[in-house]
């Protein structure tokens, strides 16, 4: 029972280059998030998805694009990466607490 | 005015003390409240939850909520250098929401 997995653990990236971040769960929530986290700034949330096949805004959403690609799998997208978007990115899930995926450490040069 | 509001410490206490962690909420209507434990470079781990005025005890930890004040806090008895480490505040912002709204943490150590 792994919980909430994420790929890649690490990644450097090039401004302008795109990756997706992956995120599955076997937990069977049906609520799955993306959240950013930097230094004095807590838990941002950029998009979450409430149950499969629906997806909304969070707070910072600007940059990024989401899929539910089905109830396990919700990744994040970076179309073109900038280095405001240097950053260490978690997964969750949530069935009144959240679930947090070890994350993903993003830099962006 | 930030949703959720904490001090951002670092708070530090000699092993053995009690520590005393802050929170306030803007959202009356919030239902559900969250402390979670993170250590550095690692992922929020849930320790405790409450929901009803007054105290929840759970070993060591004891979370105290006052609606009418709009306040949660973390008390930690017998701290250990173990329980050195960022507590998250987090709310659960709109009742029957999805979304939940974290503070930005504060840092505690606990000195051997």
Same mark, same amino acid.
């Given at each position: 029972?792994?919980?909430?997995?994420q =790929?890649?653990?690490?990644?450097?990236l090039? =401004?302008?280059?795109?990756? =997706?971040?992956?995120c599955?769960?076997?937990m069977?929530?049906?609520?799955?998030?993306?959240?950013?986290?930097d230094?004095?700034m807590?838990?941002?949330?950029i998009?979450?998805?409430?149950?499969e096949g =629906?997806?909304?805004?969070?707070?910072v959403?600007?940059?990024?694009?989401?899929?539910?690609?089905?109830?396990r799998?919700?990744?994040?997208?970076?179309?073109?990466?900038?280095?405001s978007?240097?950053?260490v990115?978690?997964?969750a899930?949530r069935?009144?607490?959240?679930?947090?995926?070890?994350?993903?450490?993003?830099?962006v040069? | 005015q930030?949703?959720?509001? %904490?001090n951002?410490?670092?708070l530090?206490v000699?092993e053995?003390?009690?520590?005393s962690?802050?929170?306030?909420?803007s959202?009356?209507g919030s239902?559900?409240?969250?402390?979670?434990r993170q250590y550095?470079?690692?992922?929020?781990?849930?320790?405790?939850?409450?929901y009803?005025n007054g105290?929840?005890?759970?070993?060591?930890?004891?979370? %105290?909520? +006052?609606?009418a004040?709009?306040y949660v806090?973390?008390?930690?008895?017998?701290?250990q250098?173990?329980?050195?480490a960022?507590?998250?505040c987090?709310? +659960?912002?709109?009742?029957?929401?999805?979304?939940?709204?974290f503070g930005?943490?504060t840092?505690l150590?606990?000195?051997?």
């Amino acid at each position: 029972n792994a919980g909430v997995t994420q =790929t890649p653990k690490f990644q450097v990236l090039k =401004t302008g280059q795109s990756m =997706t971040l992956q995120c599955a769960q076997d937990m069977n929530h049906n609520s799955m998030y993306w959240y950013r986290q930097d230094p004095g700034m807590g838990l941002r949330l950029i998009y979450y998805s409430a149950s499969e096949g =629906t997806t909304d805004k969070g707070e910072v959403p600007n940059g990024y694009n989401v899929s539910r690609l089905n109830k396990r799998e919700f990744s994040l997208r970076l179309e073109s990466a900038a280095p405001s978007q240097t950053s260490v990115y978690f997964c969750a899930t949530r069935q009144e607490t959240q679930y947090f995926g070890p994350g993903t450490r993003l830099l962006v040069l | 005015q930030k949703e959720v509001e %904490q001090n951002s410490g670092p708070l530090s206490v000699p092993e053995g003390a009690i520590a005393s962690l802050n929170c306030t909420y803007s959202d009356r209507g919030s239902q559900s409240f969250f402390w979670y434990r993170q250590y550095s470079g690692k992922s929020p781990e849930l320790i405790m939850f409450i929901y009803s005025n007054g105290d929840k005890e759970d070993g060591r930890f004891t979370a %105290q909520l +006052n609606k009418a004040s709009q306040y949660v806090s973390l008390l930690i008895r017998d701290s250990q250098p173990s329980d050195s480490a960022t507590y998250l505040c987090a709310v +659960n912002g709109e009742t029957g929401g999805f979304k939940t709204i974290f503070g930005a943490g504060t840092r505690l150590f606990v000195k051997a």
